[in-house]
């Protein structure tokens, strides 16, 4: 029974890692720009779906080739969010903003259907055995959302907290108006964020779809939880989304010990409504944006 539960708390970690990148690049723009992207999700879904177009005929590229373009397009997506929607709009009423958003998911998710349809869509990956490792069992795909997860986090930090780059995304999320007087230059750090955050998501989506599959829901399912991520940790605090994103996945794995997997789902839009109504600032309550 002990392994069980270690079994279950090992998916929740795996999870959670993924979580946590969708959490970051949503908790990134609204730090800065406080707004929820609800567009992010389909970052996400993109991300998936073009890695699998470029592992697959004609192109057939070596998996980790696959990734360069799709990642590419997919940062080329989020500035073009930026661009051409959010930057317009910026300086209008929030209410506007937020429609925006939902409605360019729409747009994307229904691109995602006119490209690729409907169905469920799998890497045609070899079968390969798993690990076990004191009667854990664990594949090499977890092993390596794990491993990427870490690395993508190491960097995150290394940039926020020892490049210049990274001081102005700081200071950005403080104080835009105070930061744009100072002489830093807002186009970077904007056009930083969606980079970034394309990049967290579209690589989260690939890994994602790596140990899954693909749907053109996937996105939509996943910034439920990356929601519910931010909320916890507090209001854009990427180090808060990071354990908020790790909480999720493991709540969840180890609620299918008491409820059926079916309902895992439902553990997250419980979190989302519990901390609305009682705990808006969320439980880590990390202060302050970015970080």
């Known amino acids: ?21 969708f959490a970051v690049g949503l908790a990134m723009v609204y730090g800065v720009f406080k707004f929820i992207n609800f567009s992010h999700g389909e970052l996400i879904t993109w991300g998936a779906y073009l890695s699998l177009m470029f592992f697959s005929p004609p192109f057939s590229l070596p ?72 009667g854990v069992y ?12 870490l690395v993508f986090f190491g960097v995150l930090y290394f940039l926020l907290t020892r490049t210049l780059l990274g001081k102005s995304l700081r200071a950005v999320s403080d104080n835009m108006e105070l930061s744009a007087i100072m002489g830093i230059s807002m186009k970077k750090v904007t056009a930083a964020i969606w980079i970034l955050a394309a990049v967290f998501a579209g690589t989260g989506g690939i890994l994602l779809a790596l140990d899954t599959n693909l749907e053109p829901m996937m996105g ?33 794995n180890m609620g299918v010990a008491f409820i059926s997997p079916d309902y895992k789902d439902f553990i997250s839009f419980g979190v989302i409504i519990l901390l609305l109504l009682f705990k808006p600032k969320g439980i880590f309550s990390i202060a302050g944006g970015v970080r």
């Open 1 to 21: 029974m002990t392994v069980y539960y270690f079994q279950l708390l090992t998916n929740g970690i795996i999870a959670g890692s993924i979580y946590a990148m």
């Open 63 to 134: 998996l980790g080739f696959a990734v360069i373009p799709a990642l590419v397009i997919t940062v080329g997506m989020g500035l073009a969010q930026d661009f051409f929607v959010y930057r317009p709009l910026r300086n209008s009423n929030p209410i506007a903003i937020l429609i925006a958003s939902i409605g360019l998911s729409y747009l994307l998710r229904n691109g995602i259907r006119l490209c690729w349809g409907s169905d469920l869509r799998t890497f045609d990956l070899p079968l390969s055995q798993g690990l076990v490792f004191w």
């Open 138 to 149: 664990i594949t090499k795909i977890q092993i390596l959302m794990m491993v990427s997860a």
């Open 220 to 252: 939509m399912t996943s910034l439920v939880k990356a929601f519910a991520a931010v909320l916890l940790g507090g209001a854009g605090n990427i180090w808060g989304a990071l354990l908020g994103g790790l909480f999720i996945g493991i709540a969840e």
